[in-house]
C-alpha cells in the first residue's frame, strides 16, 4: 500500500473532521473506530456459535433481539456499526449482557426445505438510542473460550489435501512426515500458524477467532430526508444462505459447518426466512455484505455522503415512503 497516498487521506480525514460536521455520518465517521481484528470473523464464522437479529430492520429508540446458539458455552455480544472510520471498517458501540445459548432445534419444513429458527429464545437485547446513527449493523457473537483448533486463527477451512490428517478433523493439526516439525507449512498458512507460533502471526490476525455475526439495519427516522438511500441487499443474503438447507439454487451447505440434513442433499430450497442465521459468506461472498456493498459503504462514509440506510425488506414493506427519504436511491449487487 501507498504509505504517502494514506497520509495523504489522513490529512483529508482530518480536515474534514476538524470542520463543524454538516451530515451525522461526516460526525459519526470522526469517531475512533475498532480494528478488523477485533470485528471480524473467518468467513461466515465459528459454527459453533451462530445467531441473528429480531427484527431485522430496525428505527432509532425501539429494540432489537438477538437469538444465539453456542452449544452452552458462555459467551459475549458486541455491537458494530460498520462504515468508513478512517479505514478500519467499524465502530464498537455497545457490549450486551448474554443470558444464555441452549436453543431448540429449528423448525424445518420438507416440503420447500424451509428453516425457520423463530422458536429460539432471546440470548440479549439492545434498546437502540434514539439519536442513533442510520446504518448496517451487527452483533459479534464471540465464545470467550478456546475450542482447541490447531490454528491460531480458529478457521475450520478444509486443509488443503496434501495437508490434512485422515478423518479432515479440523481440530488436529495435519501430519508433518517423520519430522516433528513442519516449517514450511507456516509460511504455507501465512497467518494460519501452527499453535505455539503466536510470536509470528501476523498483525491483521483476528484477536478472538471463534466467533460469529448477526447483522441488522437501524433506519432513519421517517421525516428525514437524505440525499442517497443505501438499499442492503438482504433478500439475496436470504437466497444464498446454506444454513441447514441448501440455497435457493441448490447450493449445499459446507461439511465443516454440520448443518446439512442427508435427505434435503441434491434439492434446492423454495423458502427462506428472516429468523436463522446467515451463513452466505462461506460460499458466495459476493452474496454478502462484505463483498461489494462493504466497498460501497465505505466509500459514501468516506467521501461526507448524506446517506441513510434501510434494508429490501424495508422496500418491499414500505416501498410508497421511497420518494419522500431521498433524492437517490442506491441498491448495490442483486435484490
Known sequence: ????????????????????????????????????????????????IQGFAVPFSVS????????????????????????YYGGLGARKIVTLEARHGSQPPCQLYDDTLLVDCSNWDVSASWHIPPDAVSGVYFARLTLTDDLGNWRVDGSGTTSSPKFRNPDWNQSLQPPCGSREECPAMAHAYGSLKLRGGADK?????LQKPYASHAYFVVRAPAHEKHDVLFQTSDTTWQAYNTYIAPSTY??????????????????????????????TRDTRSVNMLFGPEISAIRFLEANGYDVSYWSGYDTHRFGAELADRAKVIHSFSRS
Do not use: M
Request: charged share 25%; hydrophobic share 35%.
Open 1 to 48: 500500500i501507498d504509505s504517502g497516498l494514506l497520509a495523504r487521506q489522513r490529512d483529508v480525514d482530518d480536515a474534514r473532521c476538524a470542520e463543524k460536521p454538516v451530515t451525522p455520518i461526516v460526525a459519526e465517521n470522526c469517531r475512533q473506530g475498532s480494528p478488523p481484528q477485533e470485528w471480524d470473523v473467518n468467513a461466515a464464522g465459528e459454527a459453533a
Open 250 to 279: 441448490g447450493v449445499q451447505p459446507l461439511p465443516r459447518h454440520n448443518f446439512s440434513i442427508p435427505s434435503w442433499e441434491g434439492r434446492r430450497a423454495y423458502k427462506k426466512s428472516y429468523n436463522a442465521p446467515i451463513v
Open 60 to 83: 432509532p429508540g425501539t429494540q432489537v433481539d438477538f437469538k444465539v446458539k453456542a452449544e452452552s458455552r458462555a459467551f459475549s455480544v458486541d455491537v458494530y456499526r460498520a462504515g
Open 201 to 205: 502471526l501476523l498483525h491483521t490476525s
